[in-house]
């Protein structure tokens, strides 16, 4: 879909934050959701907007880029990592980065792309992309569900979207 703005590209995120909490699994589970795209793109927005929707206050959520995670207590907790100044699987390992995957969290990795081969293969994957229209402000923002319960996020939030189409004329 194509966001006009950042408070779109937040909303849309609430959204997806409101169908992990709708499919029961995820909290079995834990529950990771991979964002990828250039610097600036949005992909901490996007986990403010995420971050409203497990119920996370959003004032605590900013760019883990030099801490490499964040956690951040609420009605869900939701973990917020930034693999961008990892060099390697050896080095992400040394943080203790698979601790994070606890059953009943959410994990939001930006810069997911760099180490596909750490992340559960039942995940949902955002990309962000600055639109070349509009560069400033809208975005284009692919989500894909990888395995079945992602897939069941994916629906929940297909319907979600559905239902705000009216009021927020995504594309």
Known sequence: FRSRSSAE?????RRLGTAIEAVAETRAIGFVIGLSGPLGAGKTEWVRGLAEGL???TRLVTSP?????????GARPLAHVDFYRL????????T???????PGRVVAIEWSDRF?????????????????????SAREVE??????????????????MKVEEERAPWR
């Open 9 to 13: 590209t937040r909303d849309a995120a």
């Open 55 to 57: 119920g996370v206050d």
């Open 65 to 73: 880029t030099f801490v490499i995670a964040s956690e951040y207590p």
């Open 87 to 94: 060099a390697s699987e050896a080095e992400l390992e040394a």
């Open 96 to 102: 203790g980065f698979v601790d994070l995957l606890d």
């Open 116 to 136: 596909p081969g750490a992340l559960p293969v039942d995940r949902i994957e955002v990309r962000i992309a600055r639109d070349a229209e509009e560069p400033e």
């Open 143 to 160: 989500i894909a569900a990888l395995g079945p319960i992602a897939d069941r996020v994916l629906r929940q939030f297909a319907r979600e």
